[in-house]
């Protein structure tokens, strides 16, 4: 057994390999699908690095057998995940442990020098919840919740209030606008007429080998007075390989909200993903934003504890 860490040159496409295999497999996302790496390394490393943070991708480790992936670990800023493959289960504690020494400078020092050590745990996968209360993890209430769709065995349609349009991104040409949209919708509080955003997550994201089968989709407010008009906004990541999708960000504006206009939006993607053969749609949620989800036709597959422990 072989445990080396994740060289984004050498290793994306034998991880993103991993992956898709592991949800070909079990057909849930259990394991992280190549999307979501695609996001990670592609987007929000961006973000994470022009915060002065470090890069989730740079404390990826990987457990290989015969030169075959048979589990990682996958860090997301102040959280870790594991990928274990069928068969190989025996693996989560010394991958747990691994985590905990080598994971570390992930997360932020409280005064007394200890981190608030945080492991992200499927329900549907028992025996990691049992290892990790007996070894002295505490879950906190509040859980995630994977949803997912199939868009080509559901009916919608985009109903929208007069004045409102849904286009998708290579339709709306004003790049800013779209980058600005989707962060305002994170955080209302910085609305202005002259705020913009850094736009070098946005741009980073292109660089995804995902990015040509990929698509925006948004809506704008074609009676909007102020420069941006766009009033929703998401990204989507298609794999074509296993025809899922995964869509991340999901933002709606505060001042459009309550409109039906994210769940029109919604809509649009699941139409869009019809037209381009993708099977299952997947989407991460927590607190009120399972409500939305679950309104726009998406159904929980699973359920996510996150488990605390001071080290």
């Known amino acids: 057994m072989e445990i080396k860490k994740f060289n984004l040159s050498t290793d994306l496409s034998k991880l993103e390999k991993y992956l898709r295999d592991q949800y070909l497999e079990n057909k849930n996302m259990t394991s ?5 790496l695609h996001d990670l390394i592609f987007r929000m490393d961006t973000q994470y690095a022009n915060a002065g943070r470090l890069k989730s991708s740079d404390y990826i480790f990987i457990w290989e057998d015969n030169n075959e992936i048979v589990g990682c670990i996958l860090p997301d800023g102040d959280a870790i995940y594991m990928s274990i493959k069928n068969g190989y289960e025996n693996l989560y504690k010394s991958i747990v442990n691994y985590a905990e020494k080598n994971c570390k400078p992930l997360f932020k020092k409280e005064e007394d020098g200890s981190i608030d050590f945080l492991v992200i745990a499927n329900d549907s996968l028992k025996y990691r919840k049992e290892y990790l209360e007996q070894n002295g993890y505490t879950r906190q209430q509040e859980k995630d919740y994977d949803n997912f769709v199939y868009p080509q065995k559901i009916n919608v349609s985009i109903d929208l209030p007069e004045g409102y349009k849904l286009v998708y991104g290579d339709e709306y040409t004003n790049e800013e606008n779209k980058s600005s949209a989707c962060n305002l919708g994170f955080h209302p509080e910085l609305e202005d007429p002259n705020y913009r955003i850094d ?14 089968d990929s698509f925006e989709c948004l809506i704008i407010d074609e009676n909007a007075k102020e420069q941006n008009n766009v009033c929703s906004y998401c990204f989507v990541y298609v794999d074509k390989s296993s025809k899922t999708a995964f869509i991340e960000p999901v933002s709606t504006r505060e001042k459009y909200r309550h409109k039906g206009i994210g769940t029109a939006m919604m809509h649009g993607v699941m139409l869009k993903c019809k037209e381009l053969g993708v099977e ?17 036709g998406f159904t929980t597959e699973d359920t996510i504890g996150f488990y605390h422990k001071k080290i």
């Open 32 to 36: 992280w699908l190549p999307e979501r």
């Open 280 to 296: 299952k749609c997947y989407v991460n949620s927590y607190d009120w934003r399972r409500k939305f989800y679950n309104a726009s």
């Open 199 to 212: 736009m070098s997550s946005y741009n980073s994201r292109k660089k995804s080998p995902m990015y040509k």
